[in-house]
């Protein structure tokens, strides 16, 4: 059975913090994996990634894949309060891309 | 704007009560598909559609049914509805590949 886990579950730190969140997979047939932030409403899309050591990089946002070891980990540094949200990860199995499978999210809050 | 429009954002309804949730995408994706987002179980996949009448089961399938008449819309419908359907749905949608879902911004259901 297709599973991703996440780590840790939530996480309380105040502005300028830097956190690491760690999202571990076991799938057949993988393809990419992706991050997502949830504030209020829907995911939104925050990196994809598909190959293994090849850092990801959006402003105070960065991510990197282990394909060897089934990892990925995604860092915030200077943490400022609009971080606070869920973030998913998910994994894109099947030759088709149309399969995802989600991990449980990582619930982070962000004190001023 | 593209974007993924689900109506109605909020519903309640009764046990047995037939419904259904709209989805309208404007990005001429593809695939579609709807997920359901319970607390500790994260997100998981109802169905999914890889293109007009083309549509197949995700994880958790029962109780729901879905159609792919057009392109663009990609409704969900509970035919007898049960509490434990309560719950808050995504409809989705992307391109092929292994990209990530373009989500919608949730429908709510309680079924009492």
């Known amino acids: 059975e297709d599973k991703v886990v996440q780590s840790p579950l939530s996480l309380v730190v105040h502005e300028g913090d830097t956190v690491t969140l760690n999202c571990s997979y076991e799938v057949t047939n993988f393809r990419s994996l992706l991050w997502y932030k949830q504030e209020k409403k829907a995911p939104t899309f925050l990196f994809m990634l598909?190959?293994?050591?090849i850092e990801k990089k959006s402003g105070r946002l960065s991510s990197i894949l282990d394909k060897k070891e089934l990892f990925s980990i995604l860092n915030i540094t200077a943490t400022q309060t609009g971080d606070s949200a869920i973030y998913l990860c998910?994994?894109?199995?099947?030759?088709?891309?149309?399969?995802?499978?989600f991990g449980g999210g990582t619930r982070l809050m962000v004190k001023p | 704007e593209a974007q993924v429009t689900q109506n109605p954002r909020y519903l309640i309804t009764v046990t047995g009560k037939k419904l259904t949730v709209t989805c309208s995408q404007n990005m001429n994706h593809e695939y579609m598909s709807w997920y359901r987002q319970d607390p500790g179980l994260g997100l998981r996949q109802i169905y999914y559609s890889m293109n007009v009448e083309v549509t197949d089961k995700g994880d958790v399938p029962e109780g729901y049914k879905v159609s792919r008449k057009e392109k663009r819309n990609f409704p969900l419908i509970l035919e007898s509805p049960s509490p434990n359907q309560t719950s808050l749905y995504f409809c989705?949608?992307?391109?092929?590949?292994?990209?990530?879902?373009?989500f919608g911004s949730g429908t709510r259901l309680t079924v009492v």
């Open positions: 598909t190959s293994s050591g």
């Open positions: 989705a949608s992307k391109n092929r590949g292994w990209s990530g879902y373009t």
């Open positions: 998910a994994v894109v199995i099947g030759n088709a891309g149309n399969m995802l499978t």
